[in-house]
């Protein structure tokens, strides 16, 4: 069977950045699974402008004005699945993320979404904006996510492999979801 190509968005691009450090545990924790083929995509590697067209992708698709973004649609178009993994700022999502959302359409649409993110309140508030944003852009959120709690954030940085084991037990279920609904979704997208 054709391996699930899954997107690992690491969703903060500020110095001294903790995302990067779930994010890596998350795919590395992915790659053991032989159905999943796993990338990061780093949204520091992909410096998008601020977004400022006319006319919304989901009316008027490609050609994009920028060949970044150009290309950063051919990436999101090349996945199967997506794992955001966030921060909370200000109760929200990183501007950041929701930037690299709205800058593409189609290629995010039929795929499902899954989020790992944290804070105090395990990034919860984060999430439940991110899972409205991910509706309108017809992907389709998964109701398992994994919240990361402060302390474990703050031990975390020190080691990842201790800090993240508690939150790692959720993984398994939020994988097998995730994967599950890709296939199913695969043929709607005609894939
Ligand atoms: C602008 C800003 C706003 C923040 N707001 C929240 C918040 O609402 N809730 C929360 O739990 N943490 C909040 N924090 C703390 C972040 O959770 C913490 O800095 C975390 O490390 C940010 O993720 P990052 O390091 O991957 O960027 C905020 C941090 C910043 C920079």
Redesign the pocket.
Known sequence: MEPIKIAVII????E?????IPARYVADALSKRPEAQVELLDLREWPLPFFDQPVSPSMKRAPYPHDLVERFAAKVGEADAFIVVS??????Y?AVLKNAFDWVFKEWNHKPIGFVA????G?A??VEQLRLVAVELALVPIRPAVHIP?DA?TKAKEDPAAGLAASGERLPAFFDELIALARVLRPLRGA
């Not at 001294?16 to 990067?20: A, V």
């Not at 921060?87 to 929200?92: A, L």
């Not at 944290?118 to 309140?121: D, E, K, S, T, V």
């Open positions: 969703g903060s691009t500020r001294g950045r903790f995302s990067e921060p909370e700022y200000d109760h929200g990183p944290y804070g105090n309140a990034g508030r984060a402060w954030v």
